[in-house]
């Protein structure tokens, strides 16, 4: 079972939009991190929150963490054609692992 | 510096066989984990080594098996393959934190397509 789900299932966006997507998760938590996967290579790491984040921006990605709702959102600014590619959520609790979502599938329209 | 490599890339199998997947990690990296793909859905955790010893395992049968080498090279072994196993095998390096807690940044390969037939 996944610990994660992201909201939306895919989004579909013109260049130079932003796009925001969503992930809630079910247990506490150290740290949360997104990825990115272009066509079913493999993951590529964007930016990792930890617990007693609540924000935190790199470039045009910008991260919220809201702890007490168990949800996160990650915006992409400005986006571009190679922007498309599908977005995961990950949480890591105390153990050996990440948990991962079930992915948002963005395209990006030029 | 080379990233985390694994062979082979894209593999068919039938019902009944025997894969072993193999994973390098990035110089320097003492920790390898292994991730399943099932098309359309996220990355399920298998294993997770450190310094040749198991430290983590997730919900998978026995018929997955892996081990680490001391050059810190890793093996994922899948014996009676299912229809159900034919997946995207990830493998992934990291530099573990104080404790060996696996929740920093993981660093992925490309991956190994297994199809099973």
Not at chain 1, 32 to 43: A, E, P, V
Not at chain 2, 14 to 32: A, D, E, N, Y
Not at chain 2, 67 to 77: A, G, I, K, M, T
Request: glycine share 8%; net charge positive; with cysteine.
């Amino acid at each position: 079972s996944q610990q994660g789900e992201e909201d939306p299932q895919a989004l579909s966006i013109q260049e130079g939009e932003n796009a925001t997507m969503n992930c809630s998760y079910k247990t506490s938590i150290n740290n949360l991190q997104w990825y990115r996967q272009n066509s079913g290579r493999g993951l590529v790491h964007l930016i990792l929150i930890r617990s007693n984040e609540r924000e935190k921006h790199s470039g045009r990605l910008r991260v919220t963490l809201d702890t007490s709702k168990k949800s996160s959102s990650l915006l992409i600014t400005a986006s571009r054609a190679a922007d498309t590619a599908s977005y995961f959520c990950a949480t890591a609790s105390n153990d050996y692992k990440l948990s991962f979502g079930a992915g948002t599938t963005v395209t990006v329209r030029a | 510096d080379a990233g985390v490599t694994q062979s082979p890339t894209h593999l068919i199998k039938t019902r009944g066989q025997h894969v072993t997947l193999r994973c390098s990690p990035i110089s320097g990296h003492k920790s390898v984990s292994w991730y399943q793909q099932v098309l359309g859905q996220g990355p399920q955790f298998i294993f997770q080594y450190y310094e040749k010893e198991e430290r983590g395992r997730g919900n998978f049968p026995d018929r997955f098996s892996a081990r680490q080498f001391p050059n810190y090279s890793s093996e994922l072994n899948v014996n009676a393959l299912l229809l159900g196993d034919s997946a995207l095998y990830l493998c992934a390096s990291s530099l573990l934190s104080a404790g060996g807690l696996n929740t920093g940044e993981l660093f992925f390969g490309e991956g190994s397509r297994l199809t099973v037939l």
